[in-house]
C-alpha cells in the first residue's frame, strides 16, 4: 500500500489521533530522517579536502611535467642550432 496523505488521514480515524497531531508527528519524523549526523558530516568534509589536495597534487605534476618538457625542448633546439651552425647543413 503506498502512503499517501488520504492513508494518513484514514489511519487517524481509524486511531483517533488529530490531524494536525498527524502532521506534526510526520514533519518532525521527515525532519529527523532528513538531518546528517556529525560523524557523516565530518566524513564527508574530510572526504572534500583529500579530493581538494589530490587536485592540488595533479596540477603540480601537471606543470612539473610542462616545465621539464620546455626544458628539453630549449635545450633540444640549442643542440640542433648549434649542429646546423657547426656544420652548415642538417644531417642527412
Known amino acids: ?7 494518513f488521514y484514514s489511519l487517524c480515524e481509524t486511531v483517533m489521533i488529530n490531524r494536525d497531531e498527524m502532521r506534526v508527528l ?33 596540477k603540480e605534476m601537471c606543470w612539473e611535467i610542462t616545465k621539464a618538457v620546455a626544458q628539453w625542448s630549449v635545450l633540444g633546439i640549442a643542440g640542433a642550432l648549434w649542429f646546423w651552425i657547426k656544420n ?3 644531417p642527412q
Open 1 to 7: 500500500m503506498i502512503a499517501t496523505p488520504a492513508f
Open 26 to 58: 510526520l514533519e518532525e519524523f521527515f525532519e529527523e530522517s532528513a538531518r546528517i549526523n556529525a560523524v557523516e558530516h565530518s566524513e564527508h568534509h574530510a572526504w572534500i579536502q583529500e579530493r581538494i589536495e589530490a587536485e592540488k597534487a595533479r
Open 88 to 90: 652548415g647543413h642538417w
